[in-house]
């Protein structure tokens, strides 16, 4: 507990100090600049972060605002993004777009002793605005252990590598954890957490099952996987129950987000990071995957009415929460908190359909209830402008189209269909995982692409579905 008040004691100090130290710097720039960047030269590392929207390793910087002065915009964009209040001193270099600057730390920089694939060493920044949102980690990492593909403008690393070594250097302090900073019922999560990998550790077909699981969970938990789901519901139970499991999903997704935004919890392997053996990043608490799950799966097993369902259900369950924990992505009360709010929906979902005077089927037909969820997602965008709930509002601002052109046709999907359906939503999603690999130099088409994945899936499927549909029978 203590780290953790020093940590945040040092950045609200250095963030009201700061603001007076950047003052006075000469702006004059070259035409064209439209970046700001930093380079943090820490005990002869370079400050380097994970991008969650283009998937790509870069300096922490960013877009320059109308009228902000350059080496403010650059201050901005390394608290943003790393958590760390930095005085801005001479510009080391240009690019065509963007001025590099020789940046310092107001205090001292804690990272963790244990180094990852690239050799680098992870910092803590859990408590940067942007964590979760635009940057997935941050590390110091020596230059020559980067390759220039690996950086997010490759061409620009051989002048980044230069520029590194004339940056101020300033040293590190290196921790084994930060388990101390954690809630103190976490703390004993991270402690099973570790005991459970170090018991697998010990043997060979142990581990290798463990990891198994937790790959598994890995894929069964991917947002992906709704484009494999949803058209098995509609092949396997129809257009009603399709609806009725959107709706599902949609309101149980939204309050899982809004939930882990309120309580900004991270996951274990931020306190802990020998403890990641799959990559995840963001906020866990309450955990949204296994929410989902638990919700389907008792709707699932309500709708077939026997106990075979609910075997498998449960069994699937409980192997998604046992990979996600072993592989350090969630701890155990993040999943059984989820899984609550889960069969919290459900319960409520399951108590409308026994009301004899309310049809379902009508219900979740109906444009208004969507365009009370679109209504809900703008505010929610508003609130939060992060690219998950942007995504969620180009997706549910679809729904009132589909339900118009759906409500008074029956559809039966048939099994070769249905498999046809999803080769095809998911070569459209590879299509758009490529393009956005190649469109990662630019952060607003990044954007733009992530935004679009699954309102361009829903598009794709309402077009090849709807013409197999027939108009019902009066």
């Given at each position: 507990m203590l780290k953790r008040a020093f940590i945040i004691t040092l950045g609200v100090f250095?963030?009201?100090y700061s603001t007076f130290s950047a003052a006075g710097l000469p702006t004059p720039l070259p035409e064209g600049i439209k970046g700001a960047l930093c380079i943090v030269r820490v005990d002869n590392k370079l400050l380097l972060v994970n991008e969650i929207l283009t998937g790509q390793i870069s300096l922490p910087g960013g877009t320059i605002s109308a009228g902000e002065p350059p080496h403010e915009a650059a201050q901005r964009e390394v608290w943003e993004e790393t958590g760390l209040v930095v005085t801005v001193g001479e510009a080391l270099g240009y690019s065509d777009t963007a001025v590099f600057y020789?940046?310092?730390?107001?205090s001292p920089i804690v990272a963790y002793n244990t180094q990852h694939a690239l050799g680098g060493n992870t910092l803590p920044i859990w408590f940067a605005p942007h964590y979760g949102v635009e940057i997935a980690s941050a590390m110091l990492l020596q230059p020559t252990a980067l390759k220039a593909e690996q950086y997010r403008f490759p061409q620009q690393w051989p002048l980044?590598?230069?520029m590194f070594t004339r940056a101020t250097n300033q040293p590190a302090s290196y921790v084994r954890d930060l388990k101390e900073a954690a809630p103190?019922?976490?703390q004993i999560g991270l402690g099973w957490l570790a005991a459970s990998q170090s018991w697998a550790a010990q043997s060979?077909?142990?581990s290798s099952?463990?990891?198994a699981v937790a790959h598994l969970a890995f894929y069964l938990t991917t947002p992906a996987l709704l484009l494999v789901v949803m058209p098995l519901i509609l092949w396997r139970f129809g257009r009603d129950f399709t609806l009725h499991a959107l709706f599902a999903v949609t309101v149980t997704s939204l309050l899982a987000l809004v939930a882990q935004q309120g309580f900004a919890m991270p996951r274990p392997h931020v306190y802990l990071p020998s403890t990641e053996l799959l990559p995840s990043s963001g906020f866990s608490f309450p955990s949204a995957s296994m929410a989902v799950w638990v919700c389907l799966a008792l709707l699932f097993t309500q709708r077939e009415g026997g106990k075979e369902w609910g075997k498998w259900a449960f069994g699937t369950i409980v192997l998604v929460a046992l990979g996600q924990f072993y592989a350090g992505a969630e701890f155990l009360s993040d999943l059984l908190i989820g899984a609550l709010l889960g069969a919290l929906v459900a319960w409520h979902l399951l108590r409308l359909q026994q009301k004899a005077e309310l049809d379902l089927g009508q219900l979740f037909a109906s444009p208004l209830v969507w365009g009370a969820l679109v209504a809900v997602a703008v505010g929610l965008t508003f609130i939060w402008p992060l690219p998950v709930f942007s995504a969620w509002l180009a997706t549910l601002m679809l729904m009132p189209i589909l339900v118009l052109m759906w409500r008074k046709k029956a559809c039966n999907l048939t099994q070769a269909r249905a498999l046809v359906l999803i080769v095809?939503?998911?070569?459209?999603?590879?299509?758009?995982?490529?393009?956005?690999?190649?469109?990662s130099s630019s952060g607003l088409y990044s954007y733009i692409l992530e935004t679009l994945r699954y309102p361009s899936s829903l598009l794709v499927a309402m077009l090849l579905?709807?013409?197999?549909?027939k108009g019902r029978q009066a």
């Open positions: 250095s963030l009201f020789d940046c310092v730390s107001d980044v590598s230069e103190s019922y976490r060979q077909m142990l099952i463990a990891m095809v939503l998911l070569t459209l999603n590879l299509l758009l995982t490529m393009l956005q690999t190649h469109f579905v709807l013409p197999l549909c």
